[in-house]
Nanobody
Framework: QAQLQESGGESVQAGGSLRLSCVAS???????MAWFRQAPGKQREGVAG???????TYADSVKGRFTISRDSAKNTLYLEMDSLKPEDTAMYYC?????????????????????????WGQGTQVTVSA
């Protein structure tokens, strides 16, 4: 089973930028990868996801500001966050679909459904001040 470790979370001012990284370790096949976030008192929500072939998807709230990318050779997932807003403040989690996945699971992953992902990191905190 792959283990996921996030890094890069910091406190920044509104309008600033951050780059989050997530390294996947282990020998398992890593299919779809994504970033989720959870603010205090709110449900965890999908931010962006990417397939091994590069097809990506974004939540409407981050389109045009966030960019997800993936370096398969390094087993690393990135999230470039620009024009940060106070409402982006949250714990950011890396998630992955590990091992063989059904078409149904992959469809759910592309839609950033939490239940599709079977491996999660511990999270990295992003705080954006006004």
């Amino acid at each position: 089973q792959a283990q996921l470790q996030e890094s890069g979370g910091e406190s920044v001012q509104a309008g600033g930028s951050l780059r989050l990284s997530c390294v996947a370790s282990g020998d398992s096949i890593v299919n779809y990868m994504a970033w989720f976030r959870q603010a205090p008192g709110k449900q965890r929500e999908g931010v962006a996801g990417i397939e091994s072939g590069g097809n990506d998807t974004y939540a409407d709230s981050v389109k045009g500001r966030f960019t997800i990318s993936r370096d398969s050779a390094k087993n690393t997932l990135y999230l470039e966050m620009d024009s940060l807003k106070p409402e982006d403040t949250a714990m950011y989690y890396c998630a992955a679909v590990i091992g063989r996945a059904s078409m149904q699971t992959m469809r759910a992953a592309r839609a950033l459904r939490i239940y599709a992902f079977n491996s999660w990191g511990q999270g990295t905190q992003v705080t954006v001040s006004a």
